[in-house]
T-cell receptor, first 117, second 115 residues
Framework: DTAVSQTPKYLVTQMGNDKSIKCEQN?????MYWYKQDSKKFLKIMFS???????INETVPNRFSPKSPDKAHLNLHINSLELGDSAVYFC????????????????FGQGTRLTVV | KNQVEQSPQSLIILEGKNCTLQ??????????LRWYKQDTGRGPVSLTI?????NTKSNGRYTATLDADTKQSSLHITASQLSDSASYIC??????????????FGAGTRLAVHP
């Protein structure tokens, strides 16, 4: 009965390939996120979507393209993968992050470990 | 620059002992501060959330404090258990111009509890 689920959990691929990571949440939340955790363990936001609309885009290369078909799904597509893209990618969701929901908790998926070789 | 710094980077304690983890931040405008626990190979799980006006918040054996004037927070773990072994991440929420929260993460403190 996973709240935020990501697939796949592990992804090994060659440089130059295109790959997608899927994320689904069953919490009824309005806001979903993609985070990247690098080798130093810092989690950094990449994108945030609220009701299928992009609200935060943190200077991510345009090889990364999020797609939100509905508010329960936020998929991440990566084109022309590079060695530096190797990291753990986390999807998260929270209820409405507008001013009325400032203290809402963010729920994270288990992460997708991407290794580019 | 909006930053969240945590100390120590890693910590080893014996089961049953207490410990305190520190977090200093320079994030502005501040919305709230959260502590997360991240087990190896898992996503972070929220422990506490505190707003500007809250000085302390407890969740079982975890007690977080916040001094918004000095921009410091601490997480105190009482009577540690082996299952407390994890990374503890301090996260400060920045209110963006659009009215949304942007979470800024610290690097975490890696805690190891030994029997």
């Amino acid at each position: 009965d996973t709240a935020v689920s990501q697939t796949p959990k592990y992804l090994v691929t060659q440089m130059g390939n295109d790959k997608s990571i899927k994320c689904e949440q069953n919490l009824g939340h309005d806001t979903m996120y993609w985070y990247k955790q690098d080798s130093k363990k810092f989690l950094k936001i990449m994108f945030s979507y609220n009701n299928k609309e992009l609200i935060i885009n943190e200077t991510v290369p345009n090889r990364f393209s999020p797609k939100s078909p509905d508010k329960a799904h936020l998929n991440l597509h990566i084109n022309s993968l590079e060695l530096g893209d190797s990291a753990v990618y986390f999807c998260a969701s929270s209820s409405d992050e507008l001013s009325g929901g400032r203290n809402t908790e963010a729920f994270f998926g288990q992460g997708t470990r991407l290794t580019v070789v | 620059k909006n930053q969240v710094e945590q100390s120590p980077q890693s910590l080893i304690i014996l089961e049953g002992k207490n410990c305190t983890l520190q977090c200093n931040y320079t994030v502005s405008p501040f919305s709230n501060l959260r502590w997360y626990k991240q087990d190896t190979g898992r996503g972070p799980v929220s422990l506490t959330i505190m707003t500007f006006s809250e000085n302390t918040k407890s969740n079982g054996r975890y007690t977080a404090t916040l001094d918004a004037d000095t921009k410091q927070s601490s997480l105190h773990i009482t009577a540690s258990q082996l299952s407390d072994s994890a990374s503890y991440i301090c996260v400060v929420s920045q209110l963006t111009t659009g009215g949304y929260n942007k979470l800024i993460f610290g690097a975490g403190t890696r805690l190891a509890v030994h029997p």
